[in-house]
């Protein structure tokens, strides 16, 4: 439950980000990542696409700087978006990213 929980922050912080996209500047930060950061993940996070891609490089670097408790009050909004929460919690693992081992919304 704790992987999908943070998989779901992930995906929220993308949705945030493709929503507020025409208002955001390059360099814009959604907690503590830039939307263009966001956008390289949104690949891996995808619904109904298979083979799903893994997160790229840049992507892990972005979701490395991430205000994780910012993102659990966008975790509702996931599947508006095209972005399947099971995958966005998958990202932590696939980006090896240690510090959100124990992290809870």
Same mark, same amino acid.
């Given at each position: ?30 907690? +503590? ?5 966001? $956008? ?5 996070? #995808? /619904? ?5 891609? %893994? ?23 996931? +599947? ?5 929460? $099971? ?5 932590? #693992? /696939? ?5 959100? %081992?124990?992290?809870?919304?």
């Amino acid at each position: 439950m704790e992987s999908y929980t943070k998989l779901a922050i992930v995906a929220i912080v993308l949705v945030a980000t493709l929503v507020t996209e025409p208002m955001a500047t390059n360099g814009y930060k959604i907690c +503590g990542v830039t939307t263009d950061g966001l $956008k390289t993940c949104q690949p891996a996070v #995808a /619904k109904n696409v298979d083979p799903l891609p %893994s997160p790229t490089p840049d992507c892990c670097a972005a979701l490395g700087d991430a205000d994780m408790s910012c993102f659990c009050k966008y975790e509702d909004m996931l +599947g508006n978006f095209n972005i399947d929460p $099971k995958h966005a919690m998958e990202l932590p #693992a /696939k980006c090896q990213l240690k510090k959100w %081992s124990n992290f809870h919304c």
